[in-house]
């Protein structure tokens, strides 16, 4: 199986902050990497896959990496994206999730 | 639109099954498969399995091989995901999603709630 390693697993930051929240796989896995956000009590959105933004998520989100090291990046975090942050790899079965970055307020 | 409504939330006691579903509507429903991800209360996302409903084809975490069983309805476009000997650490929100090989996971249903508990 291969392993999603999710970094790191809380970040403190300030609105306005430059974020990012790397993902690495235990093998390559091309470019079948998704990037999701999960509010409390909300069920997860996709941001990016395959390192194309999600229609309707705002530009602010970029993903990159390509084989084993993934970044998702927020350019100025905003207050609706304190989150939790999770990969996901799908290029072989079984598919597999990082363990998940929480994004707090500073 | 894609929408994925999944069953009621389910109380069982350890050593029981449940049976969750999810019914799909807004897009042609054997041109994708269906994926099952749980999550433990604060804990991340745990891939379960997938299912084709094109052809009924599945493949599921090693973990839960011999005590998940995954099916599709194309009549009722709906699709069905069954645990069986259910323990008291496998109290958990379920959902359904749709998912394709090369695509990833898009839409996801709103969950289902299953608790385990004697």
């Known amino acids: 199986d291969i392993q999603m390693t999710q970094s790191p697993s809380v970040m403190s930051a300030s609105v306005g902050d430059r974020v990012a929240i790397t993902c690495r796989a235990s093998q390559g896995i091309s470019d079948y990497l998704a990037w999701y956000q999960q509010k409390p009590g909300k069920v997860p959105e996709r941001l990016i896959y395959a390192a194309t933004l999600q229609s309707g998520v705002p530009s602010r989100f970029s993903g990159s990496g390509s084989g084993t090291e993934f970044t998702l990046t927020i350019s100025s975090l905003q207050p609706e994206d304190f989150a939790t942050y999770y990969c996901?790899?799908?290029?072989?079965?079984?598919?597999?999730f990082g363990q998940g970055t929480r994004v707090e307020i500073k | 639109q894609v929408q994925l409504v999944q069953s009621g939330a389910e109380v069982k006691k350890p050593g029981a099954s449940v049976k969750v579903s999810c019914k799909a509507s807004?897009?042609?429903?054997?041109?994708?498969?269906f994926i099952w991800v749980r999550q433990a209360p604060g804990q991340g996302l745990e891939w379960m399995g997938w299912i084709s409903a094109f052809n009924g084809r599945t493949n599921y975490a090693q973990k839960f091989q011999g005590r998940v069983t995954m099916t599709t309805d194309t009549s009722s476009t709906t699709a069905y995901m069954e645990l069986r000997s259910l323990r008291s650490d496998e109290t958990a929100t379920y959902y359904c999603a749709r998912g394709t090989w090369g695509v990833g996971i898009d839409y996801w249903g709103p969950g289902t709630l299953v608790t385990v508990s004697s």
């Open positions: 996901l790899q799908y290029q072989s079965y079984p598919w597999t």
């Open positions: 807004g897009f042609p429903f054997t041109n994708y498969g």
